[in-house]
């Protein structure tokens, strides 16, 4: 429903009409999230047997009903919010509202020492923090004034995109599965604790894809927006590449970062899994690629096209899971990922250039892949020959990623900031 609220409510040009699409879209969340929350508090005792084998964490699925509910009401404000492009608005409410969620966290388990079930408390006060001052900020659209024509077509084009995520959901979590039936649960333990440091990427996915939708709807009618569309796949490559250059050089040592016994960001135990942490940055940035293609499903109506190339991703990830886990466990996983992920784009690539051809800059976004992969390969193959040499080792990373750095500036970027258009983004 956010999907296809940003759709249509960047596409209308009648007055009220926004207006119109905001209510009814909001009314919708509202009616099927106290609907679904109801069911998941009505059967929390079942649904706790379910998932821990006993009745006793009832009350936990019941708190966890009213947080999915609140999550519901904060999200579709902001999302709004971003159709709006009100950028410093929506960073500000998310900004404080992680604030608020770690103040009550403090508040109710470090000084009050609460229950565990406080933690979802706290994230429920923040959720509620977001919908109050995110709401405040879009007020003006709502007004209690059903549709039905206008929720036909907005549900029309929103139920397609359930399908596209539960394929995006499955291709996500399904290597999990696979390496519990072929090892056990401490394999799938390590595999998802290094699998969250690898999701540093998904920062920058995240981000991008926040303002990227509301963006490329405005310029629609632009004359001249298969070239921006273009700069910007450029520019997300340049800065991928080099986040990913970043993060599989340094992995290793930051996490070893540590107070006393405390490891901040990764417990000893789980270092044996680091070694998948490049395979999950280059998922990550191929699924960002991936998310920039999604430009003629929605100018052409081609929905399809989401669900057809998720479904060849997923279906690729089921078999490469097969073939690559029972030979090479862990690592196996990460590149079904990563090649699932690239099948998927492929997929896409071929069928929406054939509704709405772009000319991508591929061969300099190819030279800033490929030195990027090199240079990640040198560092490698200089590290098990210069272990013992730390400073070389870390003088060796930092040229690296300087020599990255010199050649976008010096070569692709000279004159990033004066593109007005692509800055915004």
């Keep these: 429903?956010?999907?296809?609220?940003?759709?249509?409510?960047?596409?209308?040009?009648?007055?009220?009409?926004?207006?119109?699409?905001?209510?009814?879209?909001?009314?919708?969340?509202?009616?099927?999230?106290?609907?679904?929350?109801?069911?998941?508090?009505?059967?929390?005792?079942?649904?706790?047997?379910?998932?821990?084998?006993?009745?006793?964490?009832?009350?936990?699925?019941?708190?966890?009903?009213?947080?999915?509910?609140?999550?519901?009401?904060?999200?579709?404000?902001?999302?709004?919010?971003?159709?709006?492009?009100?950028?410093?608005?929506?960073?500000?409410?998310?900004?404080?509202?992680?604030?608020?969620?770690?103040?009550?966290?403090?508040?109710?388990?470090?000084?009050?020492?609460?229950?565990?079930?406080?933690?979802?408390?706290?994230?429920?006060?923040?959720?509620?923090?977001?919908?109050?001052?995110?709401?405040?900020?879009?007020?003006?659209?709502?007004?209690?004034?059903?549709?039905?024509?206008?929720?036909?077509?907005?549900?029309?084009?929103?139920?397609?995109?359930?399908?596209?995520?539960?394929?995006?959901?499955?291709?996500?979590?399904?290597?999990?599965?696979?390496?519990?039936?072929?090892?056990?649960?401490?394999t799938v333990g390590v595999y998802s604790a290094c699998y969250r440091i690898g999701m540093v990427m998904n920062l920058l996915i995240s981000g991008f894809r926040t303002a990227w939708i509301p963006f490329f709807m405005t310029m629609k009618d632009e004359e001249n927006n298969k070239e921006v569309f273009s700069k910007v796949f450029s520019y997300f490559v340049y800065a991928g590449m080099l986040l990913f250059l970043v993060i599989a050089l340094f992995a290793n040592d930051i996490v070893r970062i540590h107070i006393g016994n405390f490891y901040l960001i990764l417990a000893k135990d789980y270092w044996s899994g680091l070694v998948i942490i490049p395979y999950i940055l280059l998922s990550y940035f191929i699924f960002g690629l991936y998310t920039n293609l999604n430009i003629a499903s929605y100018f052409e109506n081609k929905i399809s096209y989401l669900i057809i190339s998720s479904c060849c991703g997923f279906a690729a990830n089921i078999l490469l899971n097969i073939i690559l886990i029972p030979s090479y466990g862990i690592i196996g996983a990460a590149i079904a990922t990563a090649l699932s992920y690239f099948i998927m784009f492929i997929v896409l690539y071929i069928l929406s250039q054939k509704v709405f051809y772009i000319k991508y800059q591929w061969g300099r976004v190819s030279f800033i892949i490929f030195l990027s992969l090199l240079l990640y390969l040198l560092n490698a193959i200089v590290l098990p020959v210069i272990s013992g040499e730390l400073i070389i080792l870390y003088i060796f990373k930092v040229f690296s990623v300087f020599l990255l750095i010199f050649v976008l500036f010096k070569y692709f970027l000279p004159g990033f900031w004066k593109v007005k258009t692509v800055k915004s983004v």
Excluded: C, W
Excluded at 83 to 88: G, L, S
Excluded at 108 to 128: C, D, W
């Design 1 to 186: 429903m956010e999907t296809s609220f940003q759709k249509f409510y960047l596409e209308s040009i009648k007055k009220g009409e926004q207006s119109l699409i905001f209510s009814n879209t909001f009314i919708q969340i509202i009616s099927t999230s106290v609907v679904f929350s109801l069911i998941i508090y009505a059967l929390s005792g079942q649904i706790s047997f379910l998932l821990t084998g006993t009745y006793e964490h009832s009350v936990l699925i019941k708190i966890v009903s009213l947080l999915l509910f609140v999550d519901s009401l904060s999200r579709f404000p902001m999302i709004a919010i971003n159709a709006e492009q009100k950028a410093k608005i929506y960073t500000f409410i998310n900004i404080t509202g992680v604030i608020v969620n770690l103040i009550f966290n403090i508040l109710f388990i470090v000084i009050l020492r609460k229950g565990i079930e406080y933690i979802f408390y706290a994230q429920i006060i923040s959720y509620l923090y977001i919908f109050i001052i995110s709401f405040v900020s879009v007020r003006k659209f709502f007004n209690v004034k059903v549709d039905f024509l206008t929720i036909k077509k907005l549900t029309k084009f929103a139920h397609s995109f359930l399908y596209y995520g539960l394929f995006l959901i499955s291709l996500d979590i399904i290597d999990r599965f696979f390496l519990s039936y072929f090892y056990d649960e401490s």
